[in-house]
């Protein structure tokens, strides 16, 4: 091993591959022997890192290897957090959203035989949000399609219930305030956006949270039509409106990532 200056020898990756694990997802491992008492596993979005003592023998790693890809599925059945970062993104015939605290349900379809496009629509009164695809499509595109095609379903159907909600909690909280149009965008970093035109922009993932989390972000976006900034007026415009904001700002830190389809 090499050592490091002064000190002693720096830990030896001696593997890194990758194992499968159920519902089709790849992780990557990587085995490190390093100069410990003690073996540790840790899981994230990378992947499994498994740290044992340089002293192993290659049975008891085997042992251990397999130890770890047990305890990595585990966790990953007890953490929705880490299934969503590692587990490949699709849609199941049947499978159940909650959009705007109502229970959707998506159905997936073949279209005609001879189809060349991809068909998307909403069944109000079923609550469903019908997909029909061409059957020539691969497998490997099929969920990546449905999934783009709901996104801008969802960003026209459901926008007028969310145009209205802002409507709504201007009037209540803001009144008198101009803003000048609501979109729902399809965005991973920000919540919400306002112009100095009055451009109020919502991420789409907000359909799926908590209503009082989406009045937060609503309510958010509003006070800078007041107050362009995040300055302490701002702030207080915020905590008037909603004096329990905090409650939902720590609520999309700690589980905002999971919103998404």
Not at 15 to 30: D, L, Q, T
Not at 83 to 100: M, N, S
């Amino acid at each position: 091993m090499a050592k490091r200056r002064g000190g002693r020898p720096r830990a030896k990756q001696i593997y890194h591959g990758h194992f499968s694990v159920p519902g089709g997802g790849r992780v990557k491992m990587k085995i490190y022997l390093e100069y410990r008492n003690n073996i540790r596993y840790s899981a994230g979005s990378t992947g499994l890192l498994v740290r044992l003592p340089v002293a192993t023998g290659p049975k008891a790693m085997e042992e251990h290897i397999e130890k770890a890809k047990a305890w990595y599925i585990s966790s990953l059945e007890q953490n929705e957090r880490l299934r969503k970062e590692v587990l490949p993104d699709g849609f199941e015939d049947g499978q159940e959203l909650h959009i705007l605290g109502e229970k959707w349900r998506i159905r997936l379809e073949d279209a005609p035989r001879f189809a060349s496009y991809h068909t998307i629509r909403a069944l109000d009164d079923e609550k469903t949000l019908l997909i029909s695809l061409v059957p020539a499509l691969p497998e490997a595109e099929r969920n990546k399609v449905a999934k783009r095609m709901a996104y801008k379903l969802m960003a026209d159907y459901f926008l007028l219930p969310v145009w209205q909600r802002v409507e709504e909690l201007r009037d209540k909280h803001f009144p008198g305030q101009l803003f000048r149009k609501v979109s729902l965008r399809n965005t991973k970093r920000q919540w919400g956006s306002c112009s100095v035109g009055g451009n109020i922009s919502l991420s789409i993932r907000l359909l799926f949270a908590p209503k009082e989390v989406l009045d937060y972000v609503i309510i958010h976006e509003l006070a800078h039509l007041i107050e362009q900034n995040h300055s302490d007026r701002f702030w207080a415009l915020v905590e008037k409106a909603m004096p329990d904001y905090l409650e939902k700002v720590k609520w999309l830190k700690e589980q905002g990532r999971s919103l998404s389809l």
